[in-house]
């Protein structure tokens, strides 16, 4: 089964209009941490939100907060007034804290390509 | 500047043929690992240590060996390389101390032929 569940290829949005980008989770640990990378067509990725397992608030950094719900295991993104710099490739990521095998290594979901239209 | 360096940037190898992608960081951080993007895919973990001497396999370690002789570097060696290694790798690093700390590597794309 996969941990990181990413169901939108690809999404549209208009300059200046928020948008969500949706991610679900799995995993049996207590503790687990959250995130949200941006890969724009130069290919390097940049951290754009974390939320730990225990936070009771949702994260929030700029125009970017995170949608987080627990019970459903989703933590989806929400990129609020759109810039056309927002165009660019998100992924969902996990680090799960007591995993067997690759202790606190991230796993990434299969990423969302935003395209913010002018 | 401090952070996570990569090379090369590109290389173009021949099947059957060997090398080492070279990843570098200064800031001392304990955990280092390697991961590899395709298309459709997101990041697969290859790779990783969390510690000088302590390596172990990730999700995708087929073909591919890894040392940590020092916490600074950790290189990723292709013993004979094949198309299906044709990729986009990262290198990235983080520390125990700082859980949201992951510092990536601009990437090296490598293109078997």
């Known amino acids: 089964a996969q941990k990181i569940t990413q169901t939108q290829p690809g999404m549209f949005v208009q300059e200046k209009e928020a948008v969500t980008l949706d991610c679900t989770y799995d995993t049996s640990d207590q503790s687990y941490g959250l995130f949200w990378y941006k890969q724009p067509s130069s290919g390097e990725m940049i951290f754009l939100i974390y939320q730990g397992s225990y936070d009771e608030q949702n994260a929030t950094e700029g125009r970017y907060s995170l949608n987080f719900q627990k019970a459903r295991k989703s933590a989806n993104l929400v990129i609020s007034a759109s810039q056309l710099g927002d165009s660019a490739m998100y992924f969902c990521?996990?680090?799960?804290?007591?995993?067997?095998?690759?202790?606190?290594?991230?796993?990434f979901g299969s990423g969302t390509q935003l395209t913010v239209l002018p | 500047n401090a952070g996570v360096t990569q090379t090369p940037k590109f290389q173009v190898l021949k099947t059957g043929q060997s090398m080492t992608l070279q990843c570098a960081q200064d800031m001392n951080h304990e955990y280092m690992s390697w991961y590899r993007q395709d298309p459709g895919m997101g990041l697969r973990l290859i790779h990783y240590?969390?510690?000088?001497?302590?390596?172990d396999q990730g999700e995708v370690p087929n073909g591919y060996n890894v040392s940590r002789s020092t916490t600074e570097d950790f290189p990723l060696r292709l013993l004979s390389a094949a198309p299906s290694q044709t990729s986009v790798y990262f290198c990235a690093s983080t520390s125990p101390k700082l859980p949201r700390g992951y510092t990536f590597g601009s990437g090296t794309r490598l293109t078997v032929v």
């Open positions: 990521a996990m680090r799960e804290a007591f995993s067997s095998g690759s202790a606190r290594q991230l796993t």
């Open positions: 240590s969390v510690g000088a001497g302590i390596t």
